[in-house]
């Protein structure tokens, strides 16, 4: 059993394709096959049924996803350790997260553990479920809301422990005398459309744009109105370069997001995102 094959193991598991596990650990799908061959070879057991959809984890699969898990992690805590490096915390984060809110999450965490390298990664939403599923992020930070992850009406891998750290107060704002009637929104999938289409319906008017900061900036120039939230807009909204106009929105959080069965290696990440709360 080696650690090569453990980590290709948990791509084929959370891919569900050797091909597209192949892309995940930059591997040729024929070198992903024989190592996942190898390790089912050294443990005299099927980690997977090769099925026309691909491939699924046998109950021995299953029970193997955990201790991989673990024999890496403890890995790269040795490796760590032995060559004097921090510790380190990695941390994906939507972009319009990662340059607003972020900041100050690492502060408090460099506060409390000078001695704790933190790895921050803009991602998308997608890609920051996936990492911290299979073990490649520690934790991440996404706009959800409701009991469970994926709330907001995404998808989520199942059994991801969450800690709601802030509310995102939103607002819809057009430029002072801009009309209400096109609407400046983010493309379909991404939390602040799936907010828009569920407040103001999905019919109308609509001009997608790539980011937040790109929505903004046309809102400010009178091109459209646009559901942003509060701290990308307030200073904005306090000189008057955009006006704020009513309609009822869903409660909306700064989450973070990480697996259960690692919550030893972001339990100080979690202080420093609860602001000493916890």
């Given at each position: ?27 040729a ?45 403890q890995?790269?805590e ?10 380190l ?25 000078p ?53 995102v ?18 493309p ?91």
């Amino acid at each position: 059993m080696e650690f090569r094959q453990l980590r290709t193991f948990l791509a084929v598991a959370a891919e569900g394709t050797v091909t597209d596990a192949a892309i995940a650990v930059d591997l040729a799908p024929s070198s992903v096959s024989e190592q996942v061959r190898a390790l089912e070879r050294s443990l005299g057991v099927a980690l997977f049924d090769r099925t026309p959809e691909g491939m699924r984890l046998t109950a021995a699969g299953r029970r193997m996803t955990p201790w991989a898990r673990r024999l890496l992690d403890q890995a790269e805590e040795a490796r760590r350790e032995v060559t004097g490096h921090p510790p380190l915390v990695r941390l994906g984060a939507l972009e319009t997260l990662a340059a607003t809110l972020v900041p100050g999450i690492v502060g408090r965490l460099a506060a409390r553990r000078p001695d704790l390298g933190v790895e921050v990664a803009p991602l998308n939403r997608r890609e920051i479920l996936t990492g911290v599923d299979a073990g490649s992020l520690d934790a991440g930070l996404i706009l959800d809301s409701g009991p469970a992850v994926g709330g907001l009406g995404f998808d989520a891998p199942a059994r991801l422990a969450f800690l709601d750290v802030e509310d995102v107060p939103l607002a819809f704002v057009t430029a002072p005398g801009a009309a209400r009637d096109r609407l400046l929104v983010t493309p379909p999938g991404c939390s602040f459309r799936m907010v828009a289409d569920q407040v103001l319906g999905a019919a109308g008017e609509r001009t997608e744009l790539a980011s937040v900061t790109v929505i903004h900036g046309w809102a400010r120039r009178g091109l459209g109105a646009a559901l942003l939230p509060e701290f990308a807009v307030a200073e904005d909204l306090d000189s008057g370069a955009l006006v704020r106009h009513p309609v009822e929105t869903p409660d909306i959080a700064l989450r973070l997001v990480w697996r259960a069965d690692r919550e030893g290696s972001v339990r100080e990440l979690l202080y420093a995102a609860a602001g000493g709360r916890m």
